[in-house]
């Protein structure tokens, strides 16, 4: 049976810091962001905007009547949540009018909770092949003003639809995971922002490629001539390219062209975007297929990695006609309406945090976004 990705759009928050102007508030040269790292924008949002309404401007981009009424799954991959017992994805459900016979759960493993959330919604669909399941990875990447981090955060979340012959992207049955017990990110319960261990976490995403991609090799005997395109998580551009050209390393000039060109085009929407955590591959996939000019039928890999360490390797077969499936216009509109902040407008923002201990209403613009605190508990403006 096919089982993949039926459809996809992603939801980002309508603010972004652009990396010249914070290079140069924080005394650095502005090439370290735009080269080095590899950014050009910073997603920021504002308190009336978390991960449930990330995932709902998301999903509304692509469920039919039809499909709120198949889906029986609803999970929601992040790092972000926004309690401690209650899923996002309860609410997220209600918010989406999904009918009421259905699951719905939150995923952890840092950034790899998206892929884990896919790889359950299509171990679900190949013994339910009528159903359909509702996958959002959603996030907020903060670090925190001046850190190290800072230049690598981001926010937002990638929707997908997950169904039996699928219109956009099928998957192969391949995936080959890799599981590293190591402290090179990570986010103690209580804590704002997480623990960074920047060279060790560039370090393990690059040995965790190389690892995986080894043993991927050798179980199915493929190459990089076996893919038209890679697509990889991408916590800042230059990250998933450092594990690309350490791949690459053997390959003729031509080869290399080839993969590295898809890869730019992998990187298009996260350059202004930042890390989305566990939506990150998602939006480099997105990215791909919306900017790749790949045609139906050619095989694409995918790198998810999670810090802590779980990483993944998998892969799709692009299905005729995708290309109709896909939402470009929706999405370029989005990044280029969104209001430049700056930098005294972005710390404010970043400091103006949410307390969940005082009842208050709220007023945002969004579609979906928190209109009041009431008890603790969050109310969303619907529509
Ligand atoms: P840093 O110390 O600020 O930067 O940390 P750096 O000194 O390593 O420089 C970065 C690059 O800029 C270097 O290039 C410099 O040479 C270059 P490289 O050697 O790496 O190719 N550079 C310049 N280039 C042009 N012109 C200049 C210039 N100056 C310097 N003038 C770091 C950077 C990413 C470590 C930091 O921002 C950080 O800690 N970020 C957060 C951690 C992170 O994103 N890690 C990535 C792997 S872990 C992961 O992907 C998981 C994650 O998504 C979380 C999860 O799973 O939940 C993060």
């Given at each position: ?16 810091v652009?990396m010249?102007d ?9 090439n ?85 959330a896919?790889?359950?919604?299509v171990?679900?669909i190949?013994?339910?092949?009528k ?12 670090y925190?003003?001046?850190s ?22 099928q ?30 976490s ?73 890390n ?45 006609g ?6 470009a ?5 989005q ?33 979906y ?10 109310t969303?403006?619907?529509?």
């Amino acid at each position: 049976m096919n089982v993949g990705i039926d459809k996809i759009s992603f939801f980002v928050p309508p603010y972004y810091v652009d990396m010249t102007d914070l290079a140069l508030a924080r005394e650095v040269d502005p090439n370290k962001f735009h080269i080095g790292i590899g950014q050009d924008k910073m997603a920021v949002n504002k308190k009336t905007q978390d991960i449930v309404t990330f995932a709902a401007n998301a999903a509304k981009n692509i469920l039919a009547d039809e499909d709120k009424e198949q889906i029986d799954m609803v999970i929601v991959g992040t790092e972000s949540g926004i309690d401690e017992s209650k899923a996002s994805a309860v609410v997220l459900h209600r918010l989406i009018g999904i009918q009421p016979f259905a699951r719905a759960f939150e995923m952890k493993e840092a950034c790899y909770a998206g892929t884990a959330a896919l790889q359950y919604a299509v171990a679900h669909i190949k013994s339910h092949p009528k159903s359909k399941v509702l996958v959002v990875a959603s996030d907020i990447a903060k670090y925190g003003l001046a850190s190290g981090g800072e230049p690598t955060q981001g926010a937002g979340a990638v929707a997908m639809l997950v169904s039996a012959d699928p219109r956009i992207l099928q998957l192969n049955d391949d995936s080959v995971a890799l599981t590293q017990d190591i402290y090179d990110f990570w986010r103690p319960v209580g804590h704002d922002y997480p623990m960074v261990d920047g060279q060790l976490s560039n370090e393990t995403y690059i040995q965790a490629f190389q690892k995986i991609w080894e043993e991927y090799q050798s179980r199915h005997k493929k190459t990089i001539a076996d893919f038209d395109a890679l697509a990889f998580h991408i916590p800042y551009t230059k990250m998933g390219k450092k594990a690309l050209l350490a791949a690459l390393e053997d390959e003729s000039p031509e080869e290399q062209e080839r993969i590295l060109a898809k890869y730019e085009a992998s990187i298009v929407y996260s350059r202004q975007v930042g890390n989305l955590y566990t939506g990150s591959l998602y939006l480099g996939l997105i990215s791909l297929l919306e900017n790749g000019q790949l045609n139906a039928g050619e095989q694409i890999g995918l790198f998810s990695y999670g810090s802590g360490t779980v990483a993944e390797f998998f892969s799709g077969k692009l299905v005729e006609g995708y290309q109709q499936q896909l939402l470009a216009d929706i999405h370029q509109k989005q990044l280029v309406e969104r209001k430049r902040l700056s930098i005294a407008e972005y710390e404010a923002m970043f400091n103006d945090v949410l307390d969940a201990d005082i009842d208050s209403n709220y007023e945002d613009s969004l579609l979906y976004s928190i209109a009041s605190i009431s008890n603790t508990v969050r109310t969303y403006k619907e529509k």
